[in-house]
């Protein structure tokens, strides 16, 4: 069996169970940390643990080792991963103020001393929370990617229509207001750290990887409810979140409007993606 297909079976799986990744590794029976190695690569699924994942997230094991059809409908593969347990009070504080000044003046002009000012607390409480400037900025970086995410968790949920789903996830994408403006600055300095720092590319890879799985199991269960046109949903994916962030960069840089990459968005949609399309 090839690993890297087994390995993403698994984390389709596991995505769609609904737990955080503690749970996860608890019911699997492996620690936290075994869990992302396995994850990322660096560490194989034991037969066991292959096992145990397939039972947790009612899948068939045959499924997950070989690919053996389609993933049954219990395995929920059109939903998104909850969101994530709040971190503590004071660690948030110092989070949401680095995150707020990373998007405001950009990840090297930031400071520990800036950032305690404005969580309202000491550098020598931040380092108590964070091994240094670099560490803090990493996870503020990080901390973006799950604000984005876990935004489109508690959002689609409540949608079950594919169409409504689809134009709101795009919506949620739109580089405009008080939120996904600093969003979308700061996802661009993590595309510019990416070309420049290897270390960051894991970051970039997951976030990026996040965007993309969730607006393709978007597209195919539309597919499969007869909304959306059939076909390669993994091409159409790519070319979706491709035209968005093409057109949010130019949002971003002045040389666009949220309108017109809303318009440019529903009419690819009405286009390329809807059953009823021309």
Same mark, same amino acid.
């Given at each position: 069996?090839?690993?890297?297909?087994?390995?993403?079976?698994?984390?389709?799986?596991?995505?769609? !169970?609904?737990?955080?990744?503690?749970?996860?590794?608890?019911?699997i029976?492996?620690?936290?940390?075994?869990?992302?190695?396995?994850?990322?690569?660096?560490?194989r699924?034991?037969?066991?643990?292959?096992?145990?994942?397939?039972?947790?997230a009612? !899948?068939?094991?045959?499924?997950?080792?070989?690919?053996?059809?389609?993933?049954?409908?219990?395995?929920?593969?059109?939903?998104?991963?909850?969101?994530?347990?709040?971190?503590?009070? *004071?660690?948030?504080?110092?989070?949401?103020? *680095?995150?707020?000044?990373?998007?405001?003046?950009?990840?090297?002009?930031?400071?520990?001393?800036?950032?305690?000012?404005?969580?309202?607390?000491?550098?020598?409480?931040?380092?108590?929370?964070?091994?240094?400037?670099?560490?803090?900025?990493?996870? *503020?970086?990080?901390?973006?990617?799950e604000?984005?995410?876990?935004?489109?968790?508690?959002?689609?949920?409540?949608?079950?229509?594919?169409?409504?789903?689809?134009?709101?996830?795009?919506?949620?994408?739109?580089p405009?207001?008080?939120?996904?403006?600093?969003?979308?600055?700061?996802?661009?300095? !993590?595309w510019?750290?990416?070309?420049?720092?290897?270390?960051?590319?894991?970051?970039?890879?997951?976030?990026?990887?996040?965007?993309?799985?969730?607006?393709?199991?978007?597209?195919?269960?539309?597919?499969?409810?007869?909304?959306?046109?059939?076909g390669?949903?993994?091409?159409?994916?790519?070319?979706?979140? *491709?035209?968005?962030?093409?057109?949010?960069?130019?949002?971003?840089?002045?040389?666009?409007?949220?309108?017109?990459?809303?318009?440019?968005?529903h009419?690819?949609?009405?286009?390329? !993606?809807?059953?009823?399309?021309?």
């Amino acid at each position: 069996m090839a690993d890297d297909e087994v390995r993403e079976r698994a984390r389709r799986a596991l995505d769609a !169970v609904g737990s955080t990744r503690r749970e996860l590794a608890a019911a699997i029976g492996i620690d936290e940390t075994k869990l992302s190695k396995s994850l990322s690569g660096r560490r194989r699924f034991t037969p066991a643990e292959l096992s145990a994942i397939a039972e947790r997230a009612g !899948v068939e094991l045959d499924w997950l080792l070989r690919g053996a059809g389609a993933p049954p409908v219990t395995a929920r593969t059109d939903l998104l991963e909850p969101p994530r347990p709040e971190p503590d009070d *004071a660690r948030k504080r110092i989070l949401d103020a *680095a995150w707020t000044l990373i998007a405001a003046h950009g990840y090297h002009r930031v400071r520990i001393a800036d950032v305690a000012e404005a969580a309202g607390t000491s550098s020598a409480a931040v380092h108590y929370h964070f091994d240094g400037k670099e560490a803090l900025l990493d996870e *503020a970086l990080r901390h973006n990617v799950e604000l984005a995410h876990d935004r489109q968790a508690t959002t689609l949920a409540a949608l079950p229509d594919p169409g409504a789903r689809l134009l709101r996830l795009l919506d949620l994408q739109m580089p405009e207001g008080p939120v996904l403006e600093p969003e979308w600055s700061i996802w661009m300095q !993590v595309w510019s750290e990416a070309v420049t720092e290897p270390r960051h590319r894991p970051l970039y890879a997951r976030g990026q990887d996040r965007w993309f799985r969730t607006v393709l199991m978007t597209l195919e269960s539309g597919a499969r409810a007869g909304v959306f046109r059939d076909g390669d949903q993994t091409v159409r994916a790519r070319q979706l979140t *491709a035209l968005v962030d093409g057109l949010g960069v130019g949002v971003m840089t002045g040389a666009s409007t949220p309108a017109d990459m809303r318009a440019a968005l529903h009419d690819f949609v009405d286009r390329c !993606v809807r059953k009823d399309a021309p």
